[in-house]
C-alpha cells in the first residue's frame, strides 16, 4: 500500500473497471474450496487495487471525499489486530475514544463537560444529533409515546442544507415536510428573516418548532451560515441548535480561518466527519453534544444481558453504546488518537489552510479564463466554474460542461464531480486533499480548456 500511494501522481485519477475484470465479480457461488492467502492477495492486486473511484489521487476533488493518511492507515491494521469492542467496558480503547471526544469538543470550541461518540459518517453523526434534539425540545416523551396524535415537530434548514437532513426526518418519523427548507441570500448562507418568519407562521398554526439546523460549509458550494445569529435565534426561540460541520467544522482548527465558524461553539450539537477534512481513512465521524445528559436521555437502555457492574470487565459501562445506535462499535478512536499524536493538530490546520489557499488560486485562474465563469463565491475550499460562450443556449451550456466533466474524469485527468449552482450545471471542486499541489489545478484548467475547445467550440 506505502509503494501504491507513492505511485499515485503517475497513475490515471480514474479509470473504469475493464470489462474481462468486472465480469469476475459477477459468479454468485462462494468458493466452496480456499486459494489460499497469498492466491486471494494477488488477486485483490489484480483485480481490486487498481479500479477505486479515485479518491487518493491527487487531482481527486469530486464529491467531498477524504483520501487517508498513511498512519491512518496503519492504525485502522492496529484497530482491526485488537479487534476492541468499543461499546465501552472497563479497557483502555474506551478511555482513547473519551480522551478524542475532550480532544475534539476543545478544537471546536465546545465546553470541556460535553458529550460525544464517533460513528462511521457525517449522516450518521448529524442524524444522531436530530435526535437528541427532537427527544430534548419535543415536550414529551418521544420514547416512550413515538409521535402519535401530536402536533407537528418542525426543523429548519437552508435549501443548501445537505441530503442527511432529509433521510434524517424521514427516518426518525417526523417527515420530509417538518424540514422546513429555509431560502438562501446571495452567498448561499440562511436567510434570517426567512428563518424567523417561518417559526412565527408554525407556531401561528399550531406546530411545534424544536431545532434550527446551520450548516457551516455547505456541500455545494462551501457557504457558512451566520453560527452566531443562529445561535441567538434559536436562544430566543427556546429551540434546540444543531451545526452540520461535515468538513467546515474543522476550519476551527485553524487560527485564520476561524472567524468563518465563529459561533460554533454555542451549538447544542454538531456533527462532522474526520474522513473528509482530517483527511483519516473512512469512517470516521464524531457528534458532539453540549449536555452529555441529554444524548444519554435520547438513547440509553439497560436489558439485563448489558447490566453494569462496579467491578470487572462492564465497570464503567457502555457510554459509547448509551450514545448512539451501535451497540458493537470498532475501535475507530485509534486512527484519530494516533494521527493527533504523531502529527499534531498545527499540521491539519495548516492542511486545511492550504486547500483554502489552493481554492482561491483555483478560482483565479477560472477568473483569469475568459471562457470560464466562477458559478459561486468561495468561502472555504468549494469551487463551482463552467465554461461559457455567448450565442450557446443554457440547455446546450449545461450539456457542454456536463460532457467536459466526464471527458476529465474518463480520460483520467482529474476527477471534479457535478452539481447545479441556481439552476444551471457547475463543475465542482471540493478540495480536501493533502496530496494536490498547485499544478494539479494548473492541470485542471488547461485540460478543462483544451475539452471544452473540442467540445463547445464548434458551437
Ligand atoms: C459529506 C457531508 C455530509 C454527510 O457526511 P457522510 O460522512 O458522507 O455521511 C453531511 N453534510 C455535509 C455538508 C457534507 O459535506
Redesign the pocket.
Known sequence: MLAHLASLPQQPAWQPVPDDIAARFLSPEPPREGIGAEGAYQEFRDTILPYPNGNLHPRFWG??QGNGTPLGMMADMLAAGMNAHVAGFNQAPSRVEHQVIAWLASLLGMPPTSGGVLV???????ILGLNVARHAKAGFDVREEGLHGRPMLTCYGSSE????LQKGVELLGLGNRAWRRVPVDAEFRVDLAGLKRAIVADRMAGHHPFCIIG?A???NTGAIDDLEALADIARDEGLWFHV?????ALAHLSEDLRPLVRGLGRADSI?F?L??WMYLPF?A?CVLIRDDAAQRAAFATSPDYLRREARGVIAGGLPFADRGIDLTRPFWALKVWMSLKAHGVDTFAALIEQNCRQAQYLAGLVRGASELELMAPVPLNVVCFRFVRSGVSPGDLDRINGEILLRLQEEGIAVPSGTRVRGRYALRC?ITNHRSRREDFDRLVQETRRIAAEVGGAG
Open positions: 464529491w467531498v462511521t459518517g457525517g449522516t450518521i453523526a448529524n442544507t445537505h441530503g442527511w450548516t460549509g455547505t456541500v452540520d460541520g461535515a468538513f467546515g456533527g466527519d474522513h473528509k469512517g465521524a471540493a
